[in-house]
């Protein structure tokens, strides 16, 4: 069965780095997406991406956060200057091409730890 | 915020039902009812979604009341893979969003 599949799995980093994560979706979804989750909390959503652009974003995805679909393949998540409270499980997510209101597959996810 | 309530936890035997309730009573009339799972710190897993009709796939059944304010989630034959959090989300109408709760963790003994 397809899966959407996720790079690394573990990231370490220093505050003021930036950092991509990489995902790949299923191969015929068109509707992409990042999550994230802070240790013992919610998940929370950060963006959604068609079409090569960014359909919608939450407000924790702020100028520090981009999102760029380099290949036709991948999907990256990068931050530019990571703060310690971006550390979290960063989660990509994708859907089927009808789009709308289909069901989301998610990741294993990124575990990223900023020190 | 998300739109559901789930009670905090709920314990199930191995091979009975398991049986999560959740209550959406601001829900409009064009906003589905989606269930997902997490186990441990996985990736959260699709189970089910609905409108106003019941469901079923080969995972679980969706029952939703008729009046669209609660719905429950049917897992027929519980086994101890099915121990994870289960989330209740309300999808808004015309939003690629997700917005998850804290969800229910269930856990099933042997």
């Known amino acids: 069965e397809p899966e959407v599949t996720q790079t690394p799995s573990h990231q370490v980093t220093q505050m003021g780095q930036e950092v991509i994560l990489r995902c790949v979706p299923i191969?015929?979804?068109?509707?992409f997406y990042w999550y994230r989750q802070i240790l013992g909390q919610k998940v929370e959503f950060l963006v959604s991406?068609?079409?090569?652009?960014?359909?919608?974003k939450s407000e924790i995805f702020d100028d520090q956060f981009s999102v760029e679909r380099p290949d036709g393949s991948n999907f990256t998540l990068k931050i530019r200057s990571t703060k310690l409270e971006d550390s979290a499980m960063y989660f990509c997510?994708?859907?089927?091409?009808?789009?709308?209101?289909?069901?989301?597959?998610f990741g294993p996810g990124t575990r990223l730890t900023v020190t | 915020d998300a739109k559901t309530t789930q009670p905090p936890s709920m314990d199930c035997a191995e091979g009975r039902a398991a049986n999560l309730p959740c209550n959406h009573s601001?829900?409009?009339?064009?906003?589905?009812v989606y269930w997902y799972r997490q186990i441990h710190s996985q990736g959260p897993q699709y189970i089910i979604h609905?409108?106003?009709n019941n469901e079923t796939n080969e995972m679980a059944s969706l029952i939703i009341t008729e009046d669209r304010k609660s719905s429950t989630l049917i897992l027929p034959h519980a086994t101890l893979r099915d121990t994870a959090v289960y989330y209740c989300?309300?999808?808004?109408?015309?939003?690629?969003?997700?917005?998850f709760g804290t969800g229910t963790r269930l856990q099933v003994f042997p």
């Open positions: 997510a994708s859907s089927p091409p009808t789009g709308g209101l289909n069901e989301q597959y």
């Open positions: 191969s015929n979804h068109l509707y």
């Open positions: 991406f068609y079409n090569n652009e960014i359909s919608e």
């Open positions: 601001t829900i409009s009339g064009n906003e589905y």
């Open positions: 609905g409108l106003k």
């Open positions: 989300i309300v999808r808004v109408y015309n939003t690629d969003k997700l917005i």
